[in-house]
């Protein structure tokens, strides 16, 4: 779809809930450019930048990195994209951080991804990973050949300390937490769209055809 005005847009959901893949099929079907605060935050850090070494300093200390400090690092980079679509990923992740984006630009939409802790805390724990390659396994739905061992190597796979129940159940808790917030924010400002399910490919039909319509308005009310 080509889009006739630039579109701000966010995706938020649990860790497991099949954000990333979401996300590559909306920025494949309606061009915008992903934009992750993980990836951000690596890249800033990598390169040594001034907010990037604040950050490294609060990381190594085990503390939480300041909204305003979030905040700067993930606006200054939408400012390289003025005038391109964007979706933003794993940012804002409190009302603090939304309202600082809301002073800078105006969000379109925000997709939140509604799945069952349950169901991702059997996705998530069901992943094995062959560590030296980074292949990922999945003993319901994609199981190595040989239960343990790495399809091409033979070598043993191992959980992944994000992955093991107690860990994934805290990562939910911590989630929901926090981002409860977030959500009721945008749900009061009339931007929130809750897609709720169990499987991405089930999901993605609604969500796509959602943005469809969406872009379809807001390019029409642009001309």
Same mark, same amino acid.
């Given at each position: 779809?080509?889009?006739?005005?630039?579109?701000?847009?966010?995706?938020?959901?649990?860790?497991?809930?099949?954000?990333?893949?979401?996300?590559?099929?909306?920025?494949?079907?309606?061009?915008?450019? &992903?934009?992750? !605060? +993980?990836?951000?935050?690596?890249?800033?850090? /990598?390169?040594?930048?001034?907010? =990037? %070494?604040?950050?490294?300093?609060?990381?190594?200390?085990?503390?939480?990195?300041?909204?305003?400090?979030?905040?700067?690092?993930?606006?200054?980079?939408?400012?390289?994209?003025?005038?391109?679509?964007?979706?933003?990923?794993?940012?804002?992740?409190?009302?603090?951080?939304?309202?600082?984006?809301?002073?800078?630009?105006?969000?379109?939409?925000?997709?939140?991804?509604?799945?069952?802790?349950?169901?991702?805390?059997?996705?998530?724990?069901?992943?094995?990973? &062959?560590?030296? !390659? +980074?292949?990922?396994?999945?003993?319901?739905? /994609?199981?190595?050949?040989?239960? =343990? %061992?790495?399809?091409?190597?033979?070598?043993?796979?191992?959980?992944?300390?994000?992955?093991?129940?107690?860990?994934?159940?805290?990562?939910?808790?911590?989630?929901?937490?926090?981002?409860?917030?977030?959500?009721?924010?945008?749900?009061?400002?009339?931007?929130?769209?809750?897609?709720?399910?169990?499987?991405?490919?089930?999901?993605?039909?609604?969500?796509?055809?959602?943005?469809?319509?969406?872009?379809?308005?807001?390019?029409?009310?642009?001309?």
């Amino acid at each position: 779809m080509v889009l006739q005005r630039v579109i701000r847009a966010v995706i938020m959901g649990p860790p497991g809930s099949g954000k990333g893949t979401v996300s590559a099929r909306i920025t494949k079907s309606f061009e915008l450019k &992903h934009l992750s !605060s +993980g990836d951000i935050l690596r890249s800033n850090i /990598n390169a040594k930048t001034e907010l =990037g %070494l604040l950050m490294k300093s609060c990381l190594d200390q085990g503390q939480l990195v300041p909204d305003a400090v979030m905040s700067r690092l993930i606006l200054n980079d939408l400012r390289t994209i003025d005038s391109s679509s964007w979706l933003l990923d794993g940012y804002p992740r409190t009302v603090p951080q939304a309202e600082a984006l809301d002073h800078a630009y105006t969000v379109d939409t925000v997709i939140n991804l509604d799945v069952p802790f349950q169901t991702i805390k059997e996705r998530l724990t069901s992943r094995w990973t &062959h560590i030296p !390659s +980074g292949r990922v396994y999945n003993t319901d739905f /994609n199981p190595p050949k040989v239960p =343990g %061992l790495d399809d091409v190597t033979g070598e043993p796979l191992v959980q992944r300390d994000d992955d093991r129940p107690d860990t994934v159940t805290r990562r939910l808790k911590s989630y929901e937490t926090q981002t409860e917030p977030v959500l009721e924010y945008y749900r009061s400002k009339g931007v929130l769209e809750t897609f709720t399910g169990t499987e991405t490919n089930k999901i993605w039909p609604y969500v796509e055809a959602f943005l469809h319509r969406k872009f379809s308005s807001l390019s029409q009310r642009a001309a």
